[in-house]
């Protein structure tokens, strides 16, 4: 008798507690989305609530809510608009999108803030930078490494406001270098700095001095010798068998360019740089090919921006696909925390598949598993 009362006992307690989690998943969760829909980013701010939108049609959940205010991209006015939604009981926000506007939020210490900037550093313990940023690179960067056998591997870090950025991602990482170098991105001053870092000047004296010796030798086959050492502008290695360039549009190209300038091509050492969000100018950079980078699944990345281009006629900010999958994720979170919004929401070691890739979620950090695509004869080719 006693093992049926405990039986119905237990089966009381099991309704109990499930019906008290559909109470919770039916309670409206508001989720604060903070972005620029006036001034000089409103372009953003539209296609980050347009994304936003497109991630609540996709889950198609009554009980999820956003609630969108401008922040105007300043840091005063982000903090006003949080107030607001904070006294309303939002605990949970998408944004700020700039990491200016991060400043002072730490006084809501118990709203959770899933800011669109890639920076990690000296942000509030309550914001969790969920765009692509450098560790997550480096971890893609050092697969690649590895799987082509590389171990001599130079950084080239630009002197740029992001340079403590790369210096954390590749700490982070555990990434091995056989060199960091520092160069100036100034055009005036670059190239003597490559020529520098690669040896340029050594290697030009080499080709001299091997064509003097054999000039000066009893070689029957010196003058074909002779002529063959002419067509080259350098001799010599430069020590690396790889280069990765922490850098980004027209600064990268510069690069590039003066390590042709320096006689060092991609067809010899990897050229490797960050993510580049498939920028397609880089096609027009033949001599610079192939270059590869770390970055978000491509194919659908071109679908999610023909589905929004579709809807709303435009094309979409780079970062609104993060957007899109920062919906599916914060309700894959709650789902995973009993729908409540607490400093565990992010906590637990755990991995969401959304149509950018993979978020890695710890300890209220997130990071991306990134995908890997080479540049060369016009199109992006993935390797991993």
């Known amino acids: 008798m006693k093992v049926i009362i405990n039986f119905f006992k237990s089966i009381i307690l099991i309704i109990f507690l499930f019906s008290g989690q559909i109470l919770k998943a039916e309670e409206k969760i508001q989720i604060g989305l903070l972005a620029p829909f006036s001034g000089e980013n409103s372009q953003i701010g539209k296609s980050i609530i347009q994304s936003v939108r497109m991630g609540i049609n996709k889950i198609d959940k009554d009980n999820i809510t956003v609630v969108p205010r401008d922040t105007k991209s300043d840091p005063e006015q ?86 403590e950025e790369i210096e954390t991602g590749i700490k982070r990482s555990k990434f091995k270098t056989k060199k960091i170098f520092y160069y100036s991105a100034e055009p005036t001053k670059l190239t003597k700095q490559i020529e520098k870092v690669t040896k340029y000047a050594i290697r030009k004296q080499n080709l001299y001095d091997e064509i003097k010796r054999i000039e000066m030798s009893d070689d029957p086959n010196k003058e074909k010798k002779i002529k063959n050492l002419e067509k080259r502008d350098t001799l010599g290695r430069i020590g690396f068998d790889s280069i990765v360039i922490a850098d ?137």
């Open 78 to 163: 982000t903090l006003k608009v949080v107030n607001d939604l904070y006294s309303q009981g939002v605990k949970i926000f998408i944004g700020p999108i700039f990491n200016e506007n991060l400043s002072k939020l730490n006084k809501f210490n118990d709203a959770i803030f899933l800011s669109l900037t890639n920076k990690v550093l000296n942000n509030p313990n309550n914001v969790i930078s969920v765009g692509i940023n450098a560790e997550s690179q480096f971890l893609a960067i050092k697969k690649f490494l590895n799987t082509n056998e590389l171990k001599k591997t130079l950084v080239l870090i630009p002197r740029k406001e992001f340079q």
């Open 248 to 384: 980004f549009d027209e600064s990268l190209k510069s690069v590039t360019t003066s390590l042709l300038y320096t006689d060092v091509s991609p067809k010899k050492i990897s050229f490797i740089s960050l993510n580049q969000w498939f920028d397609e100018s880089l096609f027009k950079e033949k001599t610079s090919q192939p270059i590869s980078f770390p970055s978000i699944n491509r194919i659908n990345y071109i679908n999610f921006n023909e589905e929004y281009k579709k809807l709303f006629k435009t094309r979409p900010s780079q970062i609104a696909i993060l957007s899109y999958d920062l919906i599916g994720l914060i309700y894959y979170s709650l789902v995973q925390n009993n729908f409540e919004v607490n400093n565990k929401l992010f906590l637990k070691k755990n991995k969401f598949k959304g149509i950018s890739g993979i978020f890695e979620i710890s300890q209220n950090n997130i990071n991306h598993s990134l995908h890997f695509y080479t540049v060369k004869d016009n199109s992006f080719i993935k390797v991993f």
